[in-house]
């Protein structure tokens, strides 16, 4: 089993900067793919970005503001968000999908809020 632990969420004004942190503890696990995910009130949770083996994949509506990178060696993955939206407000949820069996991991979010 493991365990994703997600900080870094806050308030910020429109065009302001957050970074997010995860970090996945409590096994030795290796992840194929970890990633960003977000919730808004009212709304399904969307795809925010996703690294695997280097690829990245990103939402269209973050694309050019927010990066995702990630550290193997920590087990963590980051996303530095730019230039904030009040639409980019929500629960940011960390995301890993395990590599021999595939298990899927869900941290327990982090909110952000961008005030106009």
């Known amino acids: 089993q493991a365990q994703l632990m997600e900080s870094g969420g806050g308030l910020v004004q429109a065009g302001g900067s957050l970074r997010l942190s995860c970090t996945a503890s409590g096994s030795s696990l290796s992840f194929k793919s970890m990633g960003w995910y977000r919730q808004a009130p009212g709304k399904q949770r969307e795809l925010v970005a996703t690294i695997s083996g280097g690829f990245t994949n990103y939402a269209e509506s973050v694309k050019g503001r927010f990066t995702i990178a990630r550290d193997n060696a920590k087990n963590t993955v980051y996303l530095q968000m730019n230039s904030l939206k009040p639409e980019d407000t929500a629960v940011y949820y960390c995301?890993?999908?395990?590599?021999?069996?595939?298990?899927?991991?869900w941290g327990q979010g982090t909110q952000v809020t961008v005030s106009s």
């Open positions: 995301n890993a999908i395990e590599l021999v069996w595939g298990k899927v991991y």
